[in-house]
């Protein structure tokens, strides 16, 4: 009975999504477009804070004008322009044989000197991604001590820190460093075997992943843990799939939520869909109610989507909401576990030099 009322209300929220003038039917691909570009050439002052990860921000602007077709709106000089700021970001040794700095930082602000700038793999993966959606072919990237650095990282439970000198250490960043072993073609700085067990560890009684052992399982380390397996092959060792489909599935209302009894949210109509899309369950969800909710957090003025209805756009909303149109739509191909499209996937399977 509470399952029927849940859906019945569902239902009236989308048919009164649907008859509300004031609530856009159509995703406005030329504002989003004006909103990311405006990303990539001048950051509003609230995105101050975010100084220490500028280049994910850059990632969430290259991939989401890479998904709505604009990416070729910038001039192949502003592309060398970005191309050249992302290596000016990568810690290289220079012999010293301290492997556990290398890999990319995530701004210019500080001075550049190994000392106050450690490789971070969160910012490796987003800049591998960035450089291959530019077309680069990666032939600059330090691969033998980006490798030899996430060894560094692993810890005895198979889970990764983010940084060398003492951090978290969880899914997320085994998700990281399956993506840069993957986009590097070299596995030899995870031990997969401990990763996987340490994933499996974290999936707790309802089905889904948690971001750490024995704690509640979460839209987005469920979508990290799931592509992170699939990357390594290991997806097959899950021991109950259609309980995590299940938990996967049960977080749509019309959006997605990323936990039981939590507000509908933009962002996990990726983490959810593309979860679902890698388990071979898109099937299951329904496109035209998450759309709908979609239709709820786009903002007609600016562009871009917020967290949730009324609120202001931010860039990382804005960039979910498209991929998880997508990916859910199928609409624009794009590779659910890397978070890439296909158009730069395709490139880089054909060009990259490592």
Not at 107 to 130: K, R, W
Not at 329 to 346: D, K, Q
Request: with cysteine; net charge negative; charged share 20%.
């Amino acid at each position: 009975m509470a399952t029927q009322t849940a859906e019945a209300d569902n239902m009236t929220q989308e048919e009164s999504i649907q008859k509300d003038p004031a609530i856009p039917k159509v995703l406005l691909k030329e504002k989003h477009v004006r909103f990311f570009k405006q990303m990539l050439n001048m950051l509003p002052s609230m995105y101050e804070k975010l100084d220490s990860s500028r280049l994910t921000v850059l990632y969430f602007s290259l991939s989401a004008l890479d998904l709505l077709g604009a990416l070729d709106d910038l001039s192949e000089d502003r592309k060398k322009q970005i191309i050249e700021w992302i290596y000016s970001l990568q810690v290289k040794v220079d012999g010293s044989g301290d492997y556990k700095r290398c890999g990319f930082y995530a701004t210019d602000s500080l001075p550049d000197t190994l000392e106050q700038n450690y490789g971070h793999i969160a910012m490796t993966y987003v800049a591998l991604c960035s450089l291959v959606i530019l077309g680069d072919d990666l032939s600059r990237v330090d691969k033998e001590s980006i490798v030899l650095g996430l060894k560094h990282l692993q810890l005895e439970s198979g889970a990764f820190q983010c940084i060398a000198f003492g951090s978290e250490s969880d899914a997320r960043f085994v998700y990281c460093a399956s993506c840069i072993s993957h986009l590097l073609k070299d596995w030899r700085g995870v031990d997969k075997d401990r990763a996987t067990n340490f994933l499996l560890r974290a999936q707790s009684y309802e089905g889904g992943f948690a971001q750490n052992i024995g704690r509640e399982a979460q839209g987005g380390s469920t979508y990290c843990s799931v592509a992170a397996l699939v990357l390594m092959d290991t997806l097959d060792r899950v021991p109950d799939r259609r309980r995590l489909v299940d938990w996967c599935i049960a977080r749509q209302q019309l959006g997605f939520n990323g936990r039981p009894n939590k507000l509908q949210d933009t962002c996990y109509s990726f983490w959810l869909g593309a979860s679902l899309t890698l388990l071979e369950a898109r099937e299951l969800i329904n496109k035209d109610a998450n759309f709908s909710f979609l239709m709820t957090t786009q903002d007609q003025y600016m562009g871009g989507f917020a967290k949730w209805e009324g609120y202001l756009p931010d860039v990382l909303h804005s960039y979910f909401g498209i991929a998880g149109m997508f990916v859910i739509s199928g609409e624009v191909p794009l590779h659910p576990a890397l978070n890439i499209s296909m158009r730069a996937y395709t490139h880089w399977q054909k060009n990259a030099v490592v």
